[in-house]
């Protein structure tokens, strides 16, 4: 077979082995790939794998040898599923391989915006510790993570594991989910709807899908439901949160602060209001990159492949 890795420098830039991709056929590997020369590299490939290179109806159909489609991802938005289906192409992705990576951002940024670590680090090396006339000194209020509700709207795999972990630093856990599905027991965790979880959460974590229904999901309304002292953590999709609302509720002090690893437009233009909102951590949309997440979706990529050449495909999206 004949495989293209349209932009696989994310995936991999460089600290794994693409040998077991590399054995299952011919295989070109390109870091990025610019939107004019997709078609010239992918003209003679019979298996694409994209990560966040677009492959659209037009381009599908000038690519007459093309059988396999493999997003490098869990979102498979980049790809016109129906097109690829018209043409008999199955697509798929690889879910579930950065759970804990993702529920651990989650941690990271939460223990940022209740301990301050990374503000008081630097105070201690500009001289405040020095000049303290106490043994100690905090110039930020310091939050203990068991007096605060974790209140989490989405309860797939990533949503259920941070779930278990706010319990495991005694948080009391509330969660909404749209749709029924099976949820693993929590004990101690309470399902509610989406006003209650926005008015009694001290911190609002969000893992569900971006839909035409969860859109702006975070907008003013509901941020003004907030209280004042919690705090807003998206590890999941940008666009759930109206950004320009979010920087007005920060500047006004209508919530304590926001933990995002995941923007509406990425990378942002300067003119994004949330890179001077008070209060406001913003990752690049790393959650997902640990080493060992990265080695798993590799392995995924890879399964996937060989189960549609061997048969039965697996992880097909469309």
Known sequence: MNIIVLDGYTLNPGDLSWAPLQALGTCEIYHRTPPEAVLQRAAAAEIVLTNKTVINR??????????????????????DLKAARECNIPVTNVPAYGTQSVAQMVFALLLELTKQVAFHSEGVKAGNWQRSPDFCYWDKPLLALESLTMGIIGMGAIGQTVATIAQVFEMPVLFYQRTPKSIKSIVGATGVDLETLFKTSDVISLHCPLTADTHHLVNAKRLALMKPTAFLLNT???????????????????????????????????????????????????????????????????????????????????
């Open 58 to 79: 037009e381009l599908i159909w000038q690519l007459p040898k093309l059988q396999y489609i493999g997003v490098l991802a869990t979102g498979y938005n980049v790809i």
């Open 236 to 318: 999941s999709r940008g666009p759930l949160v109206d950004e320009i609302a979010l920087a007005k509720a920060l500047h006004r002090g209508q919530i304590a602060g926001a933990g995002l690893d995941v923007l509406s437009v990425e990378p942002p233009g300067q003119e994004n209001p949330l890179l001077t909102a008070p209060n406001c951590l913003i990752t690049p949309h790393i959650a997902w990159a640990t080493r060992t997440a990265r080695q798993t979706l590799l392995n995924g990529v890879v399964e996937n492949i060989v189960a549609f050449l061997q048969g039965p495909s697996r992880n097909v999206v469309n």
